[in-house]
């Protein structure tokens, strides 16, 4: 299993920006999958789930109606939407299989 997470870095709060997961390494378009984000001496945090053919989504409180996950089974890529950014969004952020089962991280950092 292979799971490679771009697309982070600096934006002032407001901005915007989109994270991509790359998967390889298993049958991508049989899963669920995560967006789980771990802030500097906090926990690990899962903020959004979609279900293996895209069509339930499930966000955390902290995250909805600015976040948005989407996923295409064709490319086995996962993505997540991030808009109205702010501080306390600054994190890295993780594509996850499951328990467990996550990528190397992209660093997202709200403010200046």
């Known amino acids: 299993v292979q799971l490679v997470e771009s697309g982070g870095g600096v934006v002032q709060p407001g901005g915007s920006l989109r994270l991509t997961c790359a998967a390889s390494?298993?049958?991508?378009?049989?899963?669920?999958l995560s967006w789980v984000r771990q802030a500097p001496g906090r926990r690990l945090e899962a903020i959004a789930h979609?279900?293996?053919?895209?069509?339930?989504?499930m966000y955390a409180d902290s995250v909805k109606g600015r976040f948005t996950i989407s996923r295409d089974n064709a490319k086995a890529m996962m993505y997540l939407q991030m808009d109205n950014l702010k501080s306390d969004d600054t994190a890295m952020y993780y594509c996850?299989?499951?328990?467990?089962?996550r990528g190397q991280g992209t660093q997202v950092t709200v403010g200046s």
């Open positions: 979609i279900n293996a053919d895209g069509g339930s989504k």
């Open positions: 996850s299989k499951g328990p467990g089962v």
């Open positions: 390494g298993f049958t991508f378009s049989q899963y669920t």
